[in-house]
Each structure stands twice: as C-alpha cells, then as structure tokens.
C-alpha cells in the first residue's frame, strides 16, 4: 500500500546544492516547483525511480540545525575506487569506515551521504 | 555511476519502530547485520528497491537530537483516504497540508514521514 517515493533535504543555497549533487553523485534535474516562498526541486539518479527532493525556502538566512545527524542517504556504485578517488579529489569526504567498507562525504548544508560498493 | 539505495535513521528503541514502520507503512524486515555493538535492519516496501536502515547502537540511552529536523522520507500510496484514516486511528499523524494534498507521520523516534498521493 506504501512505496518510497523520494527523500527530502531542506537547503539552504539551492544552486550550490545542485552543482554539488550533480558533481558529486551525477543527480540530475527531473522537476521542480516554484512558488513566492520555496522552491522544491527533485532530482534522480538516470537509474532507478527513487528521487531525492530539494527543499529551498527563500526567505531562510541561516544554516539548518541538523542536531546529531545521526542519519543518511546511501548511493551505490560499481566502481568504488573511483568514487573515492573522485571524492577525494572535491574534498568533500567526511568519514571513512574501513570494517564495513564504505566512506560518506558531506553535502553543502552538511547532510551525510554514504557511498556503498553495489552487492 | 550512484545509485540512491536506501536511507537510514538512527533509532532508540529498535522493537518498537520496526512495529511501528510494519503497522503504519507495511515495511518488512529484508535483512539485518548484528554485531556486539549495533544492529542494523533493512525494511523493505514490497513495491520498489530501495530500502530503510534502522541503525540500533545497543548502549544508546538518550533520545536522539533531531535538530529542526527539516528533511523526511515520503511515501507514495494510491488510497490517500484510507492511508489518513489509518494513521488517524493509530494518532501519528503530526501535520496535514492541505493545499499541496500530503500529510505527514512521525516515527517513534520523532523522524517525520511525508504520505503523498500516488502520481
């Protein structure tokens, strides 16, 4: 009866956080709405249907509180050494778990993102 | 190259939000990792690929902190109707949005879950 649909991450520079997520993880575009007060802007990966959403709202001026942050969106990939290497390169790594074999970088607002090798 | 694979949220009482997730969404257990120190779960809608990890650290004791908590999980369903009398009757439902035509719940941890129409 209930299928997961999208995630949604509120930001506080909308064109930075889609330069990033494009860069970073290849998410592109697929629509947007736009009104006087926010702007929602969802995004897919070109591989499955899951779509991460982008929250802006216009009038915010200081940083999200993301408390603890003890939570993530996962991407996998079927070449985890040039993910790394890539990642590496845009600095943008925050974590590396060695035992599990997966690493997170950190989006503009600080969201994590885990980086997972595809089973 | 990236793939968005599934989305995981840390929880305190590890029983109570896989019954919560069952009841309210139908999410099943797919799979888990248990080790001295944590256990992982991985729910599944039965209808898409992607998952929800609920990770339980075992010496946890305090609530987590969400911070503004401005980021949710939403889910898709084809009966809005049916889904907002459930979830009236079962009292999770924390804020209503009329004018877009979504709903949200809240986990037992406080997480916020967008309930929208099927497009």
Do not use: Q
């Not at 969802?42 to 779509?51: A, K, Q, Y």
């Not at 996962?74 to 390169?89: I, N, R, S």
């Amino acid at each position: 009866m209930f299928k997961m649909v999208h995630h949604c991450y509120n930001v506080l520079d909308l064109e930075k956080s889609l330069r990033f997520y494009d860069e970073a993880l290849g998410l592109k575009e697929k629509r947007r709405m736009d009104t006087p007060g926010f702007t929602l802007v969802f995004l897919g990966d070109g591989v499955g249907e899951f779509e991460l959403e982008l929250t802006y709202l216009k009038d915010r001026t200081e940083p999200y509180d993301l408390g603890e942050g003890e939570f993530h969106l996962a991407f996998e990939t079927k070449d985890l050494a040039a993910a790394h290497a890539k990642h590496e390169a845009m600095g943008c790594i925050c974590f590396e778990n060695h035992d599990l074999g997966v690493y997170f970088i950190e989006d503009p607002d600080g969201y994590w993102l885990e980086i997972v090798p595809a089973r």
